[in-house]
Every structure is written in C-alpha cells, then in structure tokens.
C-alpha cells in the first residue's frame, strides 16, 4: 500500500533562518507531488506541484522554493524564514494523470519567530 | 480565475442535529471531491462526485454534485461527536494537476 512521510512534524525557526521540509512517498511511482500551506482556521493554498523529477510549478511568488531530486521525493525549501512563512505545511500525492484523491501527509507546523 | 466559494465558515450544532456545507464553483467542474480535516490533523479523502446530478451516500453521510457541475454539497445527519472538524470540498476545472480549494467548513458541536 502507499504511504506518505513528512517532516519534521514541528518546528520553531527564527526569522531569517532557512529551512528544509521533506517529504517521501512509498508505494507508487510517478505520482504528482504537492506542497500546501494552511495558515491557522484557514483553508489550503497550493504552493508547488511536480509532475515529474525536476519539473516544479510555482502557484505563489514567495520566498519558498522546491525541488524533486528523486521521484517519490519532494523538497520545501527557504533561505531565509520570514514571519508571513509560519503555518501548517502539508506534502500530497495523486495519481500521474488522473484528476482523482489526493493523499495528504501528517504535515509540518512551522511557527517562525 | 477559477473558484469554490463554500458556505458557511462554521456551524455550531447540537449532537443529534443535522449539518449541511454548500461549494459552489465560478465555473464548470469536472468533479469535486470531499475532504475531511479533524482538529490538528491533515485533510483525508472522503468521496468523488463525477457526474451531472450525482448523489452518493457514506452512512450518515450525503453528497451531491449539482446538474450544472458548479455546485456540491455534503449533508450529515444525527451528527455525532466524530464528526467535528473542517470539511473542504475541493474541484478539478481546466487543470489535470490543481485541485481548487473551497475555504472548507469547521462543524463544531455545542457542549
């Protein structure tokens, strides 16, 4: 069965800092990956999404970057925190080509200080 | 662009009572799906509506996906204390790859 890993689960960062989510899928290749961010009492903003190994879409200019060096592996980055960056980080999967479910993982709570 | 208008941001209900969340998209979908958020969680997929005017149903759970595919809603009833949490409903328009986010509906049950 597929699985989704994500973390760290919590961070506290301070401004300025970098940082580095991870994200891994088990289970299934080529999937479509995604990086959502939810701010508190929020709904989901799409952030980046990859069809492919290098192939990254940006949905919101911003200080945040990502990358995918392997298939089942997704990577949020930033080089320096900003305190706007804080919230609820979320790594996704879908199937390659479909419209259907996606599967989300446990998520990282970033809080920037 | 594109857009999932959903309705109401909260609702406060007695247990037993009923629940109702309404999306409604600026544009044609292809399909909607529902997702389930419980408090500090991550969102889980419940359901996927396809076609015109269908009506699908999870126990105390009912979906709908309008005739036109522009609007969805998600009907609970006799809620229960496991059904707290945000429901999101969420629309493929003109792109395989993005889902577009209604701002999702937090159910909160009175003590």
């Known amino acids: 069965s597929q699985t989704i890993h994500q973390w760290p689960a919590t961070l506290v960062q301070p401004v300025g800092s970098p940082l580095s989510l991870e994200c891994t899928v088990e289970g299934t290749s080529n999937p479509n990956l995604y990086w959502y961010r939810q701010a508190a009492g929020r709904g989901l903003q799409l952030l980046f999404y990859?069809?492919?190994?290098?192939?990254i879409s940006s949905e919101v200019p911003q200080n945040l970057s990502a990358s995918r060096p392997q298939d089942r592996q997704f990577i949020l980055s930033s080089k320096k925190l900003l305190l706007s960056d804080s919230g609820f980080y979320l790594c996704a999967w879908g199937g390659r080509g479909t419209t259907g479910e996606l599967f989300f993982g446990e998520g990282s709570r970033l809080t920037v200080l | 662009g594109q857009q999932v208008m959903q309705i109401p941001q909260y609702q406060h209900v007695q247990e037993g009572e009923d629940f109702t969340t309404y999306c409604n998209s600026s544009?044609?979908?292809?399909?909607i799906q529902w997702y389930k958020q419980r408090p500090g969680g991550h969102p889980v997929f419940l359901i996927q509506?396809?076609?015109s005017g269908e009506v699908k149903k999870q126990k105390r759970l009912t979906f709908q996906f309008g005739e036109a595919k522009k609007n969805s809603s998600l009907h609970i009833t006799a809620t229960q204390t496991t059904d707290v949490g945000t429901y999101f409903c969420?629309?493929?328009?003109?792109?395989?790859?993005?889902?577009?986010w209604g701002a999702g509906t937090k159910l909160i049950i009175k003590p």
């Open positions: 969420a629309g493929n328009g003109d792109s395989n790859y993005q889902l577009i």
């Open positions: 509506l396809v076609k």
């Open positions: 990859s069809v492919g190994i290098g192939q």
């Open positions: 544009t044609t979908l292809s399909n």
